[in-house]
């Protein structure tokens, strides 16, 4: 198959995009918990903040809406992308009248929200305008750009941002998040969308469609990978909800140097994961893949489980590589496994599969993040790392329980009858 380059105007508009929804989402997973720990929020509450990202989680909900609903004069995915980037940059400049204090902390916090939402919101019209944009064999090369634009953006608004006003007004971080965004809008507001390939497209009534689902979940395999899904971040999201925590709350480090540690050195750390794990998933077959770097991302959680139980001091030249192993080698599994999800695809109903897959994942994580102050405040930190290792290691335990291949696509009308 001949090779296509995708244009740069595509690539950088995707990356652009992709960039402007991670900057809200890498603040609030990544830099906010550290914020309030330095309050004085009891881990509970720490952990209990990253339900602000439940929009993520529930946005297949209104996700018809956003593909149904649109302007063909304008543009149906632009109808819903600029609005979003608009409200996505008000909502910064909101936040940056609420500096952060237990005063100010609910309105803040709504603020946090709502900037998840209308991220969350714009990543639906998104996908389906990178699906209108590019051609069949510019995908792969448009979903790198996809992935590396979010993390960037995640790296941003989760450590540069705040590294770089550290020291100077609270304001000044979020009116330059919201300076972002208004300049991702203005390049989306003079693009041509292109006209959809609606004959390309297969329509399926929702009758069928539940039918279909039904009969899928009724398969062993299938409710193999659903575990597998579900439990293949809970450890390590249960470990990194924590960690930056751990830093501040026991071992008092500035909150800048670990937000620029954490969020800005295991981000690029991730980002060449993510590109490594998809070098693995093409020279292995996929449940081999997602064994193989399963295991792999089990070793930094071990070395930091160890680093908590006081083994060794929490310095920039044991916390720097620690995080970078475990982001790089959890980018590669996300990789493989996001890979092995697609390969499971009904493709009659291929777009809302791997939806629900997809927010099954997202639900997975969530679980373990909300929980983690929780647990810390019953047990302490120790157990709690001790835990995220035991859980990497039954997801292990899961997988050789996965097919070597997914028929999901031979489902015929016979079957779900």
Known sequence: ???????????????????????????????????????????????????????????????????????????????????????????????????????????????????????ATQDIAVDGFAVDLLDKRELGAGNAAQVTGYKVGVLTGGGLLVALFANGSWSSLFLTMAGLCLLVMTLVFFVKEPVPRETQQVRVEFGELLARLRHLVSRPAVRWLLLAVATY????????????????????????????????????????????????????????????????RLLPLIAQWALVAGLALPTQATIVPLTCAEHFFGGMLTTAMFALMMSSVDRRIGATHYTLLASVEVIGKAIPGLLSG??????????????????????????????????TQAVDAAAIG
């Not at 991670?22 to 004085?40: D, R, V």
């Not at 998809?278 to 399963?294: C, E």
Request: glycine share 8%.
């Open 233 to 296: 971040k809970m450890g390590e999201t249960l470990a990194d909800a924590m960690f930056g925590a751990w830093m501040v709350r026991v071992h008092h480090l500035a909150k800048e140097d670990v937000a620029l540690w954490l969020g800005s050195w295991g981000m690029i750390a991730s980002l060449a994961g993510s590109f490594a794990g998809g070098f693995v998933a093409t020279r292995l077959k996929l449940k081999q893949a997602v064994l193989v770097t399963g295991a792999l």
């Open 1 to 119: 198959m001949s090779r296509v380059r995708p244009s740069a105007w595509k690539i950088g508009l995707l990356s652009a995009l992709y960039f402007a929804q991670g900057l809200p989402f890498g603040f609030q997973s990544n830099a906010l918990p550290l914020y309030l720990t330095e309050l004085g929020l009891t881990m509970s509450q720490v952990g209990f903040a990253r339900a602000l990202a439940l929009p993520w989680a529930l946005k297949a909900l209104w996700a018809p809406l956003v593909d149904r609903y649109g302007s063909a004069s304008f543009g149906r995915r632009k109808s819903w992308i600029v609005p979003m980037q608009l409200l996505l940059a008000g909502a910064c400049v909101v936040a940056s009248m609420f500096p952060l204090s237990r005063d100010t902390l609910t309105p803040f916090l709504v603020c946090v929200l709502l900037m998840n939402l209308f991220a």
């Open 374 to 407: 929780v647990f810390v405040d019953a047990v302490g930190f120790g157990p709690v790392f001790g835990a995220s290792v035991l859980l990497s290691l039954l997801f292990l335990a899961v997988v050789p329980k996965l097919p070597e291949h997914f028929e």
